[in-house]
C-alpha cells in the first residue's frame, strides 16, 4: 500500500538522514553502499537478495565491483510502500554489521 | 591485454551470435539475461560472481526482478581483453544449464 502523505514525513525522515535519496519522479528511494572489495559487495548482495525472496519485494540494483546502488520502490501501487522501508532499513542494518 | 584487431574478427563474431552486443564508444560487450524468476537470477550472478573473484575480473551488472544485465571491459586496458570473453563464455555457459 502507498505510504500516506502523513506517514511519509515522520517515516522517510530518517532514511533520508540514513543517506536515502527520494526520487520524486519515480517515487522511489535509492542510496549507493560502499565496500572494502568485491567479496564483501556481494556478500551484502546476497543478504539482501535472501531478505527480499523472503517478503517477496525485489530491489533494482547495479554492482561495479565494490559499489552496490540500491533502489527501492512498488510497482504495485506504483510509488513507496512500507516493503520499500522495510528493505531500506535491512539494508542499511546489514551494511553496518 | 587490449584484443588485437586480428583477434577481434574471429573471436567477437561468436559472441555477438550469442546475443552479445559490442559497445564501441567504451569498448565492452554487454547481454541481457532473463530468467524465470529472482532466485534463479540471482543463482547465476552467484555463480558468475565467485568465477569473477577467482579471475580476479568483476563485471559491471544491474538486476532488476528476473533480468541480470552483464557488461565485461578492462579497465587497465581501457577495453576488451581476453578476460571479458572469457567471463562472456562463462556467463553464456552457466546461463544455458
Same mark, same amino acid.
Request: hydrophobic letters at 40%; a neutral charge.
Given at each position: 500500500?502507498? &505510504? +500516506?502523505?502523513?506517514?511519509? +514525513? %515522520? @517515516?522517510?525522515?530518517?532514511?533520508? +538522514?540514513? #543517506?536515502?535519496?527520494?526520487? $520524486?519522479?519515480?517515487?522511489?528511494?535509492? $542510496? %549507493?553502499? &560502499?565496500?572494502?572489495? !568485491? @567479496? *564483501?559487495? !556481494? #556478500?551484502?548482495? %546476497?543478504?539482501?537478495? @535472501?531478505?527480499?525472496?523472503?517478503?517477496? /519485494? /525485489?530491489?533494482?540494483? $547495479?554492482?561495479?565491483?565494490?559499489?552496490?546502488?540500491? %533502489?527501492?520502490?512498488?510497482?504495485?501501487? $506504483? #510509488?513507496? +510502500? #512500507? &516493503?520499500?522501508? *522495510?528493505?531500506?532499513? !535491512?539494508?542499511?542494518?546489514?551494511?553496518?554489521?
Amino acid at each position: 500500500m502507498l &505510504l +500516506s502523505v502523513a506517514d511519509r +514525513s %515522520t @517515516i522517510l525522515a530518517p532514511l533520508i +538522514s540514513a #543517506g536515502w535519496t527520494h526520487i $520524486k519522479a519515480s517515487d522511489a528511494i535509492t $542510496k %549507493t553502499f &560502499l565496500f572494502p572489495d !568485491f @567479496i *564483501q559487495a !556481494f #556478500g551484502f548482495m %546476497t543478504k539482501v537478495a @535472501i531478505k527480499s525472496e523472503t517478503l517477496n /519485494h /525485489h530491489p533494482e540494483w $547495479k554492482n561495479i565491483y565494490s559499489k552496490v546502488e540500491i %533502489t527501492w520502490t512498488t510497482h504495485d501501487c $506504483k #510509488g513507496l +510502500s #512500507g &516493503l520499500d522501508v *522495510q528493505m531500506a532499513e !535491512f539494508c542499511d542494518k546489514a551494511y553496518s554489521k
